[in-house]
């Protein structure tokens, strides 16, 4: 990704009024989140194979810190639906990015909304963790990138009966087990400390 490219959308996200962190290793962008686990603090996260690619699970789980583990063995329907709802009033909740523009809108699908809700509102603070392959130019091609790709392979991952899994494209089908259910469009926040977009230079997720 050009110098040209991050610097636009880190300047597009200030004037929304949200901060955009560009790292250009692993290591400084899992350096600064371990900065930010402070003894105690409650942490929640969303569905994000960035986060996951990034060995950031790992680091939650050893941290001094309560962990709102929606992935640990042997959890229940009931618990984890609890822990959907304490993600409100984490201190922290990482998620991903399925595309973000030049303009600096970030957006977002979900099928139950337990990923979505709280990057709008709740939680402190928020980190969004997002792989230069997810910055496009527009709402366009914004949109495109989540029917054509984000959506499909997830639904493919998540072994859903929707035609996009045999396609690999949006139909804008009616399954009952289509995952296109909530879209979401940030393009700016009230409290400019809340979300930040830390970026990282590669392919990661989808």
Do not use: H, W
Request: aromatic content about 8%.
């Amino acid at each position: 990704m050009e110098k040209e490219k991050i610097e636009q959308l880190i300047k597009s996200l200030k004037k929304n009024r949200i901060e955009g962190i560009y790292f250009s290793s692993e290591t400084d962008l899992i350096n600064f989140v371990i900065d930010n686990l402070k003894p105690g603090i409650t942490v929640g996260i969303g569905d994000s194979l960035t986060i996951e690619q990034l060995g950031l699970f790992d680091y939650l789980r050893q941290s001094s810190i309560r962990f709102l583990d929606k992935y640990q063995p042997d959890i229940t329907k009931e618990e984890r639906s609890q822990l959907y709802r304490d993600n409100f009033s984490a201190d922290i909740f990482l998620s991903g990015i399925n595309a973000i523009t030049l303009e600096g809108k970030i957006f977002n699908l979900d099928g139950n909304g337990s990923r979505v809700a709280p990057i709008i509102y709740g939680p402190k603070r928020v980190f969004l963790v997002c792989g230069t392959n997810k910055i496009v130019q527009n709402d366009e091609e914004a949109i495109s990138r989540i029917k054509n790709i984000a959506a499909p392979i997830d639904a493919k991952r998540l072994n859903k009966k929707t035609p996009c899994t045999k396609t690999g494209i949006c139909l804008d089908c009616k399954s009952v087990d289509k995952i296109c259910n909530y879209y979401t469009i940030i393009q700016g926040q009230f409290d400019k400390e809340r979300i930040k977009v830390l970026l990282i230079n590669g392919k990661y997720g989808f």
